[in-house]
């Protein structure tokens, strides 16, 4: 066997380029340590739901003096499905949709203030991919502390589309 000698540049290069490969992996989105997913997984739909329907964290209740709080208390948790691109195209509709009517109810001075979705990145991976597994549909019920009501229930579908959270509180 013959031993290959390299220069002391071409050693620098080598480290250079080891250091630099999982920084450039995690900036591009990959990252081989992650156990985080184009679907998720349902812990993590979990913490996004509670995140975005609670009305107020243990701190925001301890600073507004309510003494009655309680953690959220998750219900029902549930994996409904993986999304095809097929699948997924259709609930970015549906949100754009959501959002159009969002938008005509702030133009019409229903409401003062409006969320809407930003899913057009997703919805072009998924016309990317119509025939692969791009996401996945979670649905869970909750009840959570209120400001003046005490404690009321909420549900959502929670969609997970490459890797991308979107929460909907609204059913019909």
Not at 7 to 16: E, G, L, P, T
Not at 42 to 51: D, L, N, Q, R, Y
Not at 112 to 140: C, M, Q, R, W
Request: proline share 3%; with cysteine.
């Amino acid at each position: 066997m013959e031993r290959i000698e390299l220069s002391k540049s071409k050693k620098f290069a080598f480290a250079v380029l080891l250091l630099l490969l999982p920084i450039n992996m995690v900036a591009w989105g990959w990252n081989p340590f992650s156990k985080e997913s184009k679907t998720g997984n349902i812990e993590s739909a979990m913490k996004v739901f509670i995140e975005r329907v609670q009305y107020m964290t243990e701190r925001e209740a301890l600073s507004k003096g309510i003494n009655y709080y309680k953690k959220p208390r998750i219900t029902v948790k549930r994996k409904v499905r993986d999304l095809t691109g097929k699948a997924a195209v259709y609930e970015c509709n549906l949100l754009g949709k959501e959002n159009e009517e969002s938008l005509a109810l702030l133009k019409g001075g229903y409401v003062p203030i409006v969320s809407t979705y930003d899913y057009y990145k997703e919805k072009e991976y998924a016309l990317d991919h119509p025939n692969d597994i791009v996401g996945a549909e979670y649905y869970f019920e909750g009840v959570f502390t209120h400001f003046n009501k005490g404690y009321d229930t909420r549900r959502a579908k929670v969609l997970c589309i490459n890797g991308t959270w979107f929460v909907v509180q609204k059913y019909k």
